[in-house]
Antibody, heavy 118, light 107 residues
Framework: QLQLQESGPGLVKPSETLSLTCTVS??????????WGWIRQPPGKGLEWIGN???????YYNPSLKSRVTISVDTSKNQFSLKLSSVTAADTAVFYC??????????WGHGTMVTVSS | EIVLTQSPATLSLSPGERATLSCRAS??????LAWYKQKPGQAPRLLIY???NRATGIPARFSGSGSGTDFTLTISSLEPEDFAVYYC?????????FGGGTKVEIK
């Protein structure tokens, strides 16, 4: 059974880079026809898609974040990662990683809260 | 970017009642629409994909319908655990987008 787990700092200073990792267990991150995605949710608000990475390495980003986002895969560790640069308080959110076998986000991590504050 | 508009924002119903949630897309998404349920403090859970297919383990009281720009999620008889926020998401075009959510609350 596929499981995903986010990890990373819970507190990031303004203007710095937020870095999170999603560890995939119970399956291979190199599975064909799978995307791996990041979604965030500010406190009390709705879901916002950040970006996806395809098993082949192709990336797709939300245009509103594209200039600040990088998603990458480390197949040797069965992990994929998110970097969001130049963060502000508006980036404070719960960040989720999820698997996407083309049709929807079917398996989600529990989420990790990241607060941007000095 | 495809905008998804969910209505109503809040639905107040009693256990055992039928819930009908709407999701309207700003342009056609064919059948590439999914529905998720989220309870407080939890990650979203996939309910329906490709407009009408129930995800693994989802009870039959949940059903999805629609195509093009208009979609409906129906819960035939509300159970206590169904009171939550529901989101739709389109998988037709990049960027992927979510609707703003419908909260189903106990009346």
């Amino acid at each position: 059974q596929l499981q995903l787990q986010e990890s990373g700092p819970g507190l990031v200073k303004p203007s710095e880079t937020l870095s999170l990792t999603c560890t995939v267990s119970g399956g291979s991150i190199s599975s064909s026809n799978y995307y791996w995605g990041w979604i965030r949710q500010p406190p009390g608000k709705g879901l916002e898609w950040i970006g996806n990475i395809y098993y082949s390495g192709n990336t797709y980003y939300n245009p509103s974040l594209k200039s600040r986002v990088t998603i990458s895969v480390d197949t040797s560790k069965n992990q994929f990662s998110l970097k969001l640069s130049s963060v502000t308080a508006a980036d404070t959110a719960v960040f989720y990683c999820a698997s996407d076998p083309v049709f929807a986000f079917d398996i989600w991590g529990h989420g990790t809260m990241v607060t941007v504050s000095s | 970017e495809i905008v998804l508009t969910q209505s109503p924002a809040t639905l107040s119903l009693s256990p055992g009642e039928r819930a009908t949630l709407s999701c309207r897309a700003s342009q056609s998404v064919s059948s590439y629409l999914a529905w998720y349920k989220q309870k407080p403090g939890q990650a979203p859970r996939l309910l329906i994909y490709e407009a009408s297919n129930r995800a693994t383990g989802i009870p039959a009281r949940f059903s999805g319908s629609g195509s093009g720009t208009d979609f409906t999620l129906t819960i035939s008889s509300l159970e206590p655990e169904d009171f939550a926020v529901y989101y739709c998401q389109q998988r037709s075009n990049w960027p992927l987008t979510f609707g703003g959510g419908t909260k189903v609350e106990i009346k």
